[in-house]
Nanobody, 116 residues
């Protein structure tokens, strides 16, 4: 059973930074793509960023230039560096992994609160 465990969320002031981590129980190199989604209360889950096995990255327009996704295959961990955080970035951030075949795996999420 694949497990994805997120960490690094918390309370930060506007303009601040956080780094989220997603640790996988299996080799992340086995996944085509890994990514981060977020869901705020009353809103649909939205894709934030993803990274392919080859290292190509994609970002939602709302986070381009502020967020950076990266992966460390040796640690089986994907990171999301979030800078210049805004109140509208507040949400539960959820890690996601797409296998070569089958449905994606999801973590439980980590809460990010942006408030002064």
């Amino acid at each position: 059973q694949v497990q994805l465990v997120e960490s690094g969320g918390g309370l930060v002031q506007p303009g601040g930074s956080l780094r989220l981590s997603c640790a996988a129980s299996v080799m992340i190199s086995s996944f085509n793509t890994m990514g981060w989604y977020r869901q705020a209360p009353g809103k649909q889950r939205e894709r934030v960023a993803d990274i392919t096995r080859g290292g190509s990255t994609n970002y939602a327009d709302s986070v381009k230039g502020r967020f950076t996704i990266s992966r460390d295959n040796a640690k089986n961990t994907v990171y999301l560096q979030m800078n210049s955080l805004k109140p509208e970035d507040a949400a539960v951030y959820i890690c996601n992994a797409w296998p070569v075949v089958g449905s994606p795996f999801w973590g439980q999420g980590t809460q990010v609160t942006v408030s002064s």
